[in-house]
């Protein structure tokens, strides 16, 4: 059974930094997309870093690019988001998320966490 855990989220003024963990188990052996989605109160869910586990390859989201990495170790374990200069529009539930297809379309994603709150206040 796949299961994605996401730990890591908070209160951060604007300006300052965050570090996300996804703890995955259960993923297929086979390289995989890992990636972060977020979804702010009333909008749709956006991608908002990917990595593939096969080579390390990674692909962030024009508003993050810049500000965030996006890491793993041990590929397909654990998951990190390294948010920097953090943003009050970069509150929202983020979300860990797995998947065998290239895409920011969050319904091609097949495996999902429950999501961590991001909250920061000017």
């Known amino acids: 059974q796949v299961q994605l855990v996401e730990s890591g989220g908070g209160s951060v003024q604007a300006g300052g930094s965050l570090r996300l963990s996804c703890r995955a188990s259960g ?27 096969g080579d390390g390859t990674t692909s ?21 988001l390294h948010m920097d200069t953090l943003e009050t529009e970069d509150t929202g539930m983020y979300y860990c998320a797995a998947g065998r297809l290239k895409s920011w379309f969050p319904t091609l994603w097949d495996y999902w966490g429950q999501g961590t709150q991001v909250t920061v206040s000017s």
């Open 60 to 80: 962030y989201g024009d508003s993050v690019k810049g500000r965030f990495i996006i890491s793993q170790l041990n590929a397909k374990n654990t998951l990190y």
């Open 27 to 53: 993923l297929p052996n086979s390289g995989l997309f890992m990636g972060w989605f977020r979804q702010a109160p009333g909008k749709q869910r956006e991608g908002v870093a990917r990595i593939y586990t």
